[in-house]
């Protein structure tokens, strides 16, 4: 089985993608293999089914021959069937030892889903971040008018090309499951359980997938993008990455103000609350609240941090987010929900507020 990079003729629209990595390229040609067997096997079946028809017309032939049993026949069909599942299950069998034999990985990346997102943590690097569904695609837009409506995010997981790299897959909540077809494969994300992949991009690009495991209201929410750079630019974006972490951290040593409690909210609330609460604040009736003009944001901020730091006794879809966030997140979201759309109590919710509520 040949494993080029470009891919070939057959490899047309409506076939499965040929992919950018030798596992995809291999299960690519495994596919072709069964796909040719199976295709042989029908055009044979349906010549017999039509030969008999015209054969056995009525206007031919029509008593029915009766005879029962033969030896031969038999023989052949079990034969036959026995010998073409060998000669698929001996390249089959090839393809996954291939697939589970590979060095040891450059960069190793834990993903972990949950309802509704990819939370994506580079072991070693200190690099950590979720990615969510792209704001673009959020409320009421005309899905002709967004490029690549529901299948692009926010922070896509970023990735070395030419470099073997290993993803471990788990989930927090429910099992989902982490796919983009042109990697060449698909595993799911169980809680309390690690799945392993290896893999190696050929060459730098984007690649799109989305969650394949039906996990909830959001399953059709939570996209998956990665974005492949050359190893040197993966290195530039590592350096990045840590000096903007550098950076927060420093930041986080700065006196807690307003000013700073509404932005660190507004992030907060962009990249995880509007999913459900919408950007305005507004929420879906029927399924999520309204925070604008909530009795909860604009009463005690004691049943508002409860709410927010435990989650819903009622409704798991409104998540423990103080399992997720740290205090000056919870702190700057609740301010912000305090002090946003027609909201106006004026509150400024410490961190050291949120550690008491914990
Ligand atoms: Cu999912």
């Not at 996954?96 to 072991?123: A, F």
Request: proline share 7%; glycine share 8%.
């Amino acid at each position: 089985m040949p494993t080029t990079t470009s891919a070939p003729e057959e490899a047309l629209r409506f076939n499965l993608p040929y992919g950018v990595t030798a596992d995809s390229h291999l299960a690519w040609h495994m596919h072709m293999l069964v796909l040719e067997i199976v295709a042989i096997i029908g055009a044979g079946v349906f010549a017999v089914i039509l030969w008999s028809i015209v054969r056995h017309r009525r206007s031919q032939r029509p008593e029915a021959a009766k005879f029962s049993g033969s030896f031969w026949v038999e023989i052949a069909w079990t034969v036959v069937p026995t010998l073409i599942l060998i000669g698929i299950a001996i390249p089959a069998t090839r393809v996954l030892l291939i697939e589970n034999s590979h060095p040891d990985p450059k960069v190793t990346v834990e993903i972990r889903g949950s309802q509704w997102k990819w939370h994506y943590h580079y072991v070693g690097l200190g690099i950590d971040f979720f990615s969510n569904l792209a704001a673009a695609s959020r409320g009421d837009v005309n899905p002709a008018k967004v490029a690549f409506y529901l299948r692009d995010v926010d922070h896509p997981l970023v990735l070395p090309a030419q470099e073997d790299v290993r993803l471990v897959i788990t989930s927090d909540d429910v099992i989902h499951s982490w796919w983009v077809p042109e990697l060449g494969f698909k595993r799911d994300a169980i809680p309390g359980y690690i799945n392993r992949v290896d893999l190696s991009i050929e060459r730098p690009g984007v690649y799109r997938g989305q969650c394949a495991s039906l996990c909830g209201a959001g399953h059709a929410f939570m996209p998956i993008v990665v974005r492949a750079l050359a190893p040197d630019q993966f290195q530039a974006w590592v350096k990045d990455q840590q000096a903007a972490v550098a950076a927060r951290k420093a930041q986080s040593a700065a006196p807690w103000t307003r000013q700073i409690a509404m932005a660190a909210g507004a992030e907060v609330f962009g990249s995880i609350c509007a999913a459900c609460h919408q950007p305005d604040g507004k929420g879906v009736p029927g399924a999520f609240p309204a925070l604008d003009g909530s009795p909860v944001v604009n009463g005690p901020l004691a049943a508002h941090l409860k709410i927010v730091v435990h989650g819903s006794p009622r409704n798991p879809a409104m998540a423990a987010w103080g399992k997720q966030l740290d205090d000056r997140q919870i702190a700057g979201v609740i301010t912000y929900e305090r002090n946003s759309w027609g909201n106006h109590t004026g509150t400024l919710v410490t961190p050291e507020q949120v550690e008491t509520a914990r």
